[in-house]
């Protein structure tokens, strides 16, 4: 492989993630308007974001299979179709039960997007460089909701349009995938030695189903770890990002384009952080990184739920943002904890089941605040993620040493 074409993928992977977090983030600043034209009640608003999270938790499995099963770039192309169509059909819902619907298939292909653009990374860039080069493009997530909330200020309150066009966008990304991406050599040589082993033993039967793989041997303990940590950090995190801009505005006493101006900057903050661990994951280790992360934002948003003063809410903002760069992080670490022919799917398994839990946090945190306060579900996001930090532990150190990646604690040790 040309040493140039890793530049393509990390640069066409951030534009291809970009759009698949507007595409994500376009139903929160939609939910205003909607509501009141189609009569929801916010039960029924919080079931949208719901129904979005478990897609994504289906997707990120299913399509972690068909990218390990038939090829990265097959099922990328398989993603942004789904959400493409489905996000720009989003336009011509009558009701709310369609809605729902829609949002539930489109999060089938938004869920996948996540683990397959990691493997692909993952598996074109030097083992020294992956994770900078993994949270880079994870770091487009962020930009993303900018992206949308600049969309919204333009089109809302027409909510139909705005999922029109964000829809429509998503078919930059998918010309990029399908002319200039090319399909992983690391994952076709492993399938060319998976069917030189099949010959050399004597049948030509399909080897076993990656989702299988990762529930045996020393891989259940790791999936299983990693899924928890992914679901108590999720569950932190989209219970707080919900009712983010509900917190600063009904609880802080912001007016909402103050709120506008504090989440851009919340976000700019969170760009920052994955470029900086994704450093610190290359310098200092992927798990030692992912664990700073947790604990980081452990630390500081129960702070951020407690404060009153404006100021500092401006300036604590980009600060525990900073810290909440743990999904970029899930990236590099996950996929260097699975071997190729299952390292989209168990990556994707993990970090998409976390999603998936998580699809309750918004209505829970919503419940939370009408017998306390949306505060008080800072707080606990921020034991949450120093839970999940704890976790973290639990699980394998992943080095570097002459571009091959030693499993530590999965590998026979060496002999001689």
Not at 13 to 25: K, R
Not at 138 to 162: H, I, K, T, Y
Not at 269 to 290: P, Q, T
Request: aromatic share 12%.
């Amino acid at each position: 492989m040309h040493s140039s074409y890793k530049w393509v993928v990390l640069f066409g992977s951030f534009i291809i993630y970009l759009f698949d977090a507007l595409e994500i983030s376009v139903l929160s600043f939609a939910i205003p308007s909607l509501s009141a034209e189609l009569g929801l009640q916010p039960f029924q608003a919080g079931l949208l974001a719901t129904g979005t999270l478990l897609g994504m938790g289906v997707g990120g499995p299913l399509m972690g299979w068909l990218a390990d099963s038939k090829g990265r770039k097959t099922a990328l192309i398989v993603c942004l179709t789904i959400f493409v169509v489905l996000t720009s059909a989003i336009y011509f819902v009558p009701n709310f039960s369609v809605f729902l619907v829609l949002r539930f298939l489109a999060g089938i292909g938004l869920g996948g997007v996540w683990s397959i653009l990691s493997a692909f990374v993952h598996e074109a860039w030097p083992a020294e460089r992956r994770g900078i080069a993994v949270t880079f493009v994870l770091a487009a997530f962020p930009f993303g909701a900018l992206v949308a909330a600049q969309l919204s200020s333009l089109l809302m309150p027409d909510w139909r349009m705005l999922f029109l066009v964000a829809g429509l966008g998503g078919l930059l990304p998918l010309l990029i995938i399908l002319f200039l991406f090319k399909e992983s050599e690391t994952w076709q040589a492993e399938c060319r030695e998976s069917l030189e082993r099949r010959e050399a033993a004597g049948t030509t039967s399909a080897p076993s189903t990656p989702i299988g793989e990762i529930f045996k041997g020393e891989y259940l303990r790791i999936t299983i770890v990693a899924s928890a940590v992914a679901s108590l950090a999720f569950v932190g995190y989209y219970g707080v990002t919900t009712w983010l801009p509900s917190y600063l505005e009904t609880e802080r006493g912001l007016d909402p384009q103050t709120v506008g101006q504090y989440m851009t900057w919340l976000n700019l903050g969170m760009f920052v952080g994955y470029l900086v661990f994704g450093w610190i994951a290359d310098k200092a280790g992927k798990r030692f990184a992912l664990c700073l992360s947790l604990l980081g934002a452990g630390v500081l948003m129960p702070i951020y739920g407690l404060v009153t003063d404006q100021t500092a809410l401006l300036w604590l903002g980009p600060l525990y943002a900073f810290f909440m760069t743990f999904a970029g992080l899930f990236g590099p670490y996950l996929g260097s904890l699975y071997a190729t022919e299952a390292r989209a799917t168990g990556a994707g398994f993990c970090f998409n089941v976390g999603r998936g839990i998580s699809a309750f946090a918004p209505l829970l945190f919503g419940s939370l605040a009408a017998v306390a306060s949306l505060s008080a579900g800072l707080v606990i996001s921020g034991c949450l993620f120093i839970i999940g930090a704890l976790l973290v532990l639990l699980l394998p150190k992943v080095s570097t040493h002459l571009n091959q990646e030693v499993h530590e604690q999965i590998t026979e040790p060496q002999k001689g």
